[in-house]
């Protein structure tokens, strides 16, 4: 739960990681910079500035929150040990390079749960959220929030 609204958040490489990882940003205002060669179909160009070259290291400057996305390892590992003091980052081939990691969530109404597996099982952590988000919705109290709403 990081209040990242306004905060200035960097994206190296631009496929189908990238892509959920955006999809999940975009709800928080966060000025989402995305650098990388080719883009996915499935990012909105109008949610990012994207950045269409590969990374180079002073890119990093000014970043917030980094999220090393691309298909090769060496680059998301040099990102991993770049960054400055004060910023966070999230090699999202490799937990052991990672300050942080994301979890799953599910959210319906006023609840949000999120879960996580420490990194060992994300598939799993999906399955779960998928089941949990059913419970939640059939909960009586979604239905007295819609009533009263
Ligand atoms: C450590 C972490 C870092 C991070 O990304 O933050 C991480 C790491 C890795 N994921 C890998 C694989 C997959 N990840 C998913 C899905 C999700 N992964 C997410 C989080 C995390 N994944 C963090 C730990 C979360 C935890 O604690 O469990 C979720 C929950 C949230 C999100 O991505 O926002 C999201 C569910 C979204 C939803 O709820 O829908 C799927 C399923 C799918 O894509 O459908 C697969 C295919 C699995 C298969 O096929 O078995 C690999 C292997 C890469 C490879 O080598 O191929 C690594 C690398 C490694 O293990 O270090
Ligand atoms: N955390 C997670 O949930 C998961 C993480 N992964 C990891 O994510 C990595 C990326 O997977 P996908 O997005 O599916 O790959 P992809 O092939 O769809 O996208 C890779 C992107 O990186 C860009 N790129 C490559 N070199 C670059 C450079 N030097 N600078 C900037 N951009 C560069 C490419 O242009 C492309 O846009 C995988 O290699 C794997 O390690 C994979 C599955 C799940």
């Not at 709800?27 to 180079?56: C, E, F, K, M």
């Not at 006023?110 to 994300?122: C, E, H, N, W």
Request: a positive charge.
């Amino acid at each position: 739960m990081l209040n990242l609204k306004g905060k200035a958040v960097l994206i190296v490489g631009g496929g189908n990681i990238a892509a959920r990882k955006i999809r999940t940003l975009q709800a928080t205002g966060a000025v989402i910079t995305v650098i990388s060669p080719t883009l996915s179909a499935q990012i909105d160009l109008q949610q990012i500035n994207w950045v269409a070259r590969a990374y180079h290291p002073s890119d990093l400057n000014h970043a917030n929150l980094i999220f090393a996305c691309t298909d090769d390892p060496t680059i998301n590992t040099a990102i991993s040990q770049a960054v400055h003091a004060g910023q966070w980052v999230n090699n999202t081939g490799d937990k052991t390079q990672s300050d942080f990691y994301n979890m799953a969530v599910a959210k319906s109404g006023q609840v949000t749960v999120a879960i996580s597996t420490g990194g060992r099982a994300p598939k799993l952590a999906k399955r779960i959220r998928q089941l949990l988000l059913l419970w939640l919705i059939a909960q009586p109290w979604q239905r007295e929030r819609s009533e009263r709403d």
